[in-house]
């Protein structure tokens, strides 16, 4: 089958022939239809999940059930079906003896968890097999085009945004608005919140409007002279931005790290008053269960909320991951195989 390779660390793309996998006891075998590019993913080329090369990426997949493994009862050829990030754990450790949903976390804190595109191969192939208790339903009427970004992105910032347990009277600020935010915007309004987008780019302002944003500010500063806001998702991938926000977080408010650098260190500031006489929070949010993933996709089917997509062939993988990296994207990059 054909699938994407990273050959080296920083290395270009390849789309390479390798093996198509069966599937074994407790998986289903998938035809790949469509999966997203996660800037995890070009992180990844960069050795930031250590050194796994030659490797395979990709953990925003979606495609239809072709094959079932033995032992399997909960999934059935011609289901259309995701997986994401963490597929399963070994149910041995420390950790996993806690029980918890099978989330993000597991790929920290479980020493032997399977990770769809990090310790197995990922989803930018023609065939993928994953753990059967991994993968979710995707509603009918959603696209595999749309679905591929939910699992990843979407899933992210409707997590976070569950993690926040916003009030109904709350405000919502949603930092960056990219890959991440665009989705954390009309998720939000989905929810039935005032929504405020936080942007320095002025041509995002319209967009960021048209998404569902009731204001549009540049700066923490014009976030605190408009009210400020009851919780803030940081969806920008700069902890610079990420800090300058917290001028517009209100006391007991609740700022959640949905944006990731993983070569940068994010620190609270202290003005303009301390953080600990705010009694403010800032949470850590991945995907947090996969309940959260199939509400996430519910509030997409129901065209609440709608992924801004570019679509490419397989054969231009290495164009896509080139436009992914330079920021050339609004907002996801979705290759179809």
């Given at each position: 089958m054909?699938?994407?390779v990273?050959?080296?660390?920083?290395?270009?793309?390849?789309?390479?022939?390798?093996p198509?996998?069966?599937?074994?006891?407790?998986?289903?075998?998938?035809?790949?239809?469509?999966?997203?590019?996660?800037?995890?993913?070009?992180?990844?080329?960069?050795?930031?999940?250590?050194?796994?090369?030659?490797?395979?990426?990709?953990?925003?997949?979606?495609?239809?059930?072709?094959?079932?493994?033995?032992?399997?009862?909960?999934?059935?050829?011609?289901?259309?079906?995701?997986?994401?990030?963490v597929?399963?754990?070994?149910?041995?450790?420390?950790?996993?003896?806690?029980?918890?949903?099978?989330?993000?976390q597991?790929?920290?804190?479980?020493?032997?968890?399977?990770?769809?595109?990090?310790?197995?191969?990922?989803?930018?192939?023609?065939?993928?097999?994953?753990?059967?208790?991994?993968?979710?339903?995707?509603?009918?009427?959603?696209?595999?085009?749309?679905?591929?970004?939910?699992?990843?992105?979407?899933?992210?910032?409707?997590s976070?945004?569950?993690?926040?347990?916003?009030?109904?009277?709350?405000?919502?600020?949603?930092?960056?608005?990219?890959?991440?935010?665009?989705?954390?915007?009309?998720?939000?309004k989905?929810?039935?919140?005032?929504?405020?987008?936080?942007?320095?780019?002025?041509?995002?302002?319209?967009?960021?409007?048209?998404?569902?944003?009731?204001?549009v500010?540049?700066?923490?500063?014009?976030?605190?002279?408009?009210?400020?806001?009851?919780?803030?998702?940081?969806?920008?991938?700069?902890?610079?931005?990420?800090?300058?926000?917290?001028?517009g977080?209100?006391?007991?408010?609740?700022?959640?790290?949905v944006?990731?650098?993983?070569?940068?260190?994010?620190?609270?500031?202290?003005?303009?008053?301390?953080?600990?006489?705010?009694?403010q929070?800032?949470?850590?949010?991945?995907?947090?269960?996969?309940?959260?993933?199939?509400?996430?996709?519910?509030?997409?089917a129901?065209g609440?909320?709608?992924?801004?997509?570019?679509?490419?062939?397989?054969?231009?993988?290495?164009?896509?991951?080139?436009?992914?990296?330079?920021?050339?994207?609004?907002?996801?990059?979705?290759?179809?195989?």
């Amino acid at each position: 089958m054909k699938a994407a390779v990273i050959p080296e660390l920083n290395g270009t793309w390849e789309l390479r022939d390798i093996p198509t996998p069966k599937a074994e006891p407790g998986q289903v075998l998938i035809k790949v239809h469509a999966t997203g590019i996660c800037f995890t993913d070009i992180w990844t080329t960069r050795g930031a999940a250590g050194d796994l090369f030659p490797n395979t990426p990709g953990h925003e997949v979606v495609g239809e059930v072709v094959e079932v493994g033995e032992g399997v009862i909960s999934r059935k050829v011609g289901d259309r079906v995701g997986t994401t990030w963490v597929q399963s754990t070994c149910g041995r450790c420390d950790y996993c003896r806690e029980n918890l949903p099978l989330s993000g976390q597991a790929a920290v804190n479980c020493p032997n968890a399977r990770l769809t595109g990090f310790t197995t191969q990922g989803g930018h192939a023609e065939y993928l097999a994953a753990t059967a208790t991994g993968t979710v339903l995707i509603p009918d009427g959603l696209s595999y085009e749309e679905a591929a970004p939910i699992f990843c992105a979407g899933y992210t910032v409707w997590s976070g945004l569950r993690a926040a347990e916003p009030q109904p009277h709350e405000k919502i600020a949603v930092v960056g608005i990219g890959g991440l935010g665009h989705l954390a915007v009309q998720y939000a309004k989905a929810a039935g919140h005032e929504t405020i987008a936080v942007t320095h780019s002025p041509d995002k302002h319209d967009l960021a409007r048209e998404l569902g944003a009731d204001l549009v500010v540049a700066n923490g500063a014009e976030l605190q002279a408009a009210g400020g806001a009851d919780v803030l998702l940081l969806c920008s991938n700069s902890y610079d931005a990420g800090r300058d926000a917290f001028k517009g977080l209100r006391h007991d408010g609740r700022a959640v790290l949905v944006g990731l650098d993983p070569f940068a260190d994010f620190t609270i500031p202290t003005e303009p008053q301390p953080f600990f006489a705010q009694r403010q929070k800032v949470i850590g949010a991945t995907h947090n269960g996969l309940n959260y993933l199939t509400e996430a996709l519910d509030i997409a089917a129901s065209g609440a909320v709608k992924p801004m997509i570019e679509v490419f062939p397989k054969e231009r993988i290495t164009e896509a991951v080139d436009k992914v990296t330079a920021g050339d994207v609004r907002f996801r990059a979705v290759v179809t195989y």
